[in-house]
Every structure is written in C-alpha cells, then in structure tokens.
C-alpha cells in the first residue's frame, strides 16, 4: 500500500519489526503505527561480553528475521528496510552477519552509525511542540544513548554515547563516557525555553508501568519512586509485582538509574514522552526518499 512502510529495526536488546503509514497534515509528516512486534534477542549479552555475535543467536536471528520477513509481505508495505544499531555496530562480526539476514530474507539496509541513528530520531521530532524552544531529546537503547539538541534557530547537535541500557547492566561502560556526556549537554544546554523529551523502550516502559495516565509528561519523581519500587526486587518478582515483560525488567534499572542522575544534574523536572523511537524515525526517512 502506498506510503505504508516495514522496518526491522535490530537493536542491542531486542530484535523490532515495525509497520507504519506515513500521512501529512499542513506540510507536516506523521507516522501512524500500525504494527509492531519484537522478540527478545539480546545481541548485546553476546556482545558487550564477547565481542561477537555467538552462532546460537545468530541462528535464532534468522528464524525471527523469516518471521518477520513474512509479516511485512502480509501487510503489503510499499518499501522496507532492516537496520542494525549499536551491538551490531560494536561485534566483531556484525556486517558479516547482517548481510547474511539481509540475503536471507531479501531486504536490504544497512547497520548505522550513532550519529545517524540521532539524525533520524531528530528528523521525526522536529516538529513536536514550540519550535522557538530549544529542545534536548534522550534516546537510550540496549547499547547507546544518543544526545540531541534542536536549538530555536533550527541548528541541530548530535552525540552518541556508549551507555546503553543493556551495558550499564553488564557494567561494560567507561566512566569517562559518563562525563563526555556531561559535558556535551553542558556545553550545548540553553537552561531556558527547554522541551526535554525521551525516546525508547525503557522510558516508554517507566512511563506505561509508573507515569500518570493521560498524560505525555513523566516527572523525575515518578522515576525515582520506580527506581526504588524496582531496586531491591529480583528480576522474577519485578515480573510478578508489576507485570513487566522479561526482557524488559531487568534493564529498566540501570535506564531509570542513568535518567535520574542526568535529570537531577541539569535540573529537568520532566521528560516529555511521545512514545516513538528509531523504527518510526525510519520509516519517515523511507517516505522522505533518504533511504
């Protein structure tokens, strides 16, 4: 179907099909999501330990890669695309084996690089509320997070930073990425007229299970009171306490850890949550002509 579009999006904590239709109103593209499905593949546990994809998940990569191959045919999308992010970017192996998938299946992409993954993500909010506020988009993944900046004038700034939320669980990150980070927000943050925003599963998650309802806003205290409800809980028991899914409750922790130590040092009492992510930002590219 016209402007409909497949994305498989291979991330470090999961593995995301999304299908999704892009329409225009006043010049401004939104993407409608019409499906989306994942499976817990976690490249990053082979990965952020190994330095390589394992042959066991390479295999369960390609039987979820069939599956998803077969819903995009069913939902008939005019164009799709796979994508590999910072796992992928990081294994010693990686290219080796997306180009394997992408033989498999029959569907071309490509694995990019952090500062490409913040551009998409950037190209997709652009639009979203003031456009004369400056506006500091958090986008954490299984391997990275990705800092952006869209300044009142318009000029975008981009960082990619290894501190992902699977990482953070297996202590794989460098300190000194902790105050890289810092500082590129330092250096670039207005402290005025700010839009914070956050993307991804883990702040879409901390906003399902402990945000108020009806609301786009989750608030600092609100992630600090499901830090400390989480903490001290087992893996199992966050499952049966607050029904998370499993491959979610446990990197929820170090996620809901890393916001709350980045929004108390740059005093942000909330994040806007519009609950989109890379998946969405691709298919928008896909309809923009970029990919």
């Given amino acids: ?35 989306y499905a994942r499976i817990p593949i976690r490249l990053g546990d082979d990965v952020f330990s190994w330095n390589e994809i394992l042959p066991t998940t390479h295999k369960k990569m390609q039987k979820g890669m069939l599956a998803f191959a077969q819903l995009l045919s069913l939902w008939e999308v005019e164009r799709s695309i796979m994508v590999g992010t910072s796992a992928m970017r990081d294994s010693t192996n990686g290219k080796e084996i997306f180009k394997n998938l992408s033989e498999t299946i029959g569907i071309k992409g490509m694995i990019i690089s ?32 990705e800092v952006n900046f869209i300044q009142p004038n ?98 929820i922790v170090p996620a809901a850890h890393l916001f709350m130590t980045i929004m108390k040092k740059f005093s942000l009492p909330y994040l806007f949550i519009p609950k989109v992510g890379l998946s969405d930002a691709v298919a928008l590219a896909l309809y923009q002509g970029k990919y």
């Fill in 1 to 35: 179907m016209k402007n409909r579009f497949g994305v498989i999006d291979i991330g470090s904590n999961a593995i995301k099909c999304f299908v999704g239709m892009v329409v225009e109103r006043e010049g401004i593209p939104r993407v409608i999501r019409e499906m």
């Fill in 114 to 145: 952090g500062k490409e993954e913040a551009e998409l993500v950037l190209n997709l909010l652009k639009w979203y509320e003031n456009p004369d506020s400056q506006k500091i988009i958090f986008d954490i993944g299984g391997g990275s997070l």
């Fill in 154 to 251: 318009g000029k975008i700034r981009s960082e990619s930073f290894k501190l992902g939320a699977v990482r953070l669980l297996k202590n794989a990150v460098e300190p000194q990425e902790i105050e890289k980070m810092f500082y590129f927000i330092e250096k670039h943050l207005l402290h005025e007229n700010i839009i914070p925003m956050a993307v991804g599963g883990n702040i879409d998650a901390l906003k399902s299970f402990f945000g108020k309802k009806n609301h786009d806003k989750l608030y600092l205290d609100e992630i600090q009171n499901a830090f400390h409800s989480l903490i001290n809980l087992t893996k199992e028991e966050r499952i049966e306490k607050f029904f998370l899914p499993a491959d979610r409750a446990d990197v």
